[in-house]
């Protein structure tokens, strides 16, 4: 029969983001930094496990900056093929189900409203 999963299994969160699946030569620093954690996702899971999962999520465009005015914003929060990239309440959301969700590790969620799938030539802030 299989081990008991243990009763108590704690869980790292890492904060990636979509620009890993949809990339472009801006922001190169930090994009490169992003998919060193979203490596250390699937390293850190195997090396951890039972005892701790390791989960990445990954938003979409969330929050404004000041590179962007609130209706460049708005207009480019809307380019997904939902029709809406993630909000702040979808991106807490999906770290509570990874954190709820004892059979994740090692893997990454994207919720970005379909965002990864479609393809910028420039970062949304420099579009």
Known sequence: PP?????????????LDQKLWNQNPDFLSYTLSKAALEAA????????A?????????????LTSNLLSDDAFRER??????????????VAATVRFALENR?????SLLVDGGQHLMRFDRDF???
């Open 50 to 62: 039972p005892l701790v999962r390791v989960v990445g999520v990954a938003p979409g465009l969330t």
């Open 103 to 107: 059979s994740l590790t090692g893997t």
């Open 125 to 127: 802030s420099l579009m």
């Open 3 to 15: 081990a008991p999963v243990p009763p108590l299994m704690g869980a790292v969160i890492n904060l």
């Open 41 to 48: 996702n699937t390293m850190l899971a195997m090396a951890l």
């Open 77 to 90: 929060h809307k380019m997904a093929l939902l029709d809406q990239s993630s909000t702040p309440a979808d």
